[in-house]
């Protein structure tokens, strides 16, 4: 319930992420099936990420000026 209230709603995107890309793509795939039009998979999982960025994963904040970010963890 709380994911429709983001679905295709303008301004917003929803982040779809594991720890290891096992799980979540198969959940974005799900959604996108049932019409969500703005939701995006973290590729690589959250492992990957923090290796790439390990001086942690500020972008986000970077981000939120111009998107209502909502994160959930699959």
Do not use: W
């Amino acid at each position: 319930a709380e994911l429709l209230a983001y679905k295709n709603q303008p301004g917003k995107i929803i982040v779809a992420y594991d720890d290891d890309e096992k799980l979540a793509p198969r959940a974005v795939q799900t959604l996108v099936e049932r019409g969500y039009d703005n939701i995006f998979l973290l590729s690589g999982g959250m492992k990957l990420a923090s290796k790439k960025f390990p001086e942690g994963l500020g972008i986000f904040k970077k981000l939120l000026p111009f998107f209502r970010l909502f994160v959930h963890k699959i």
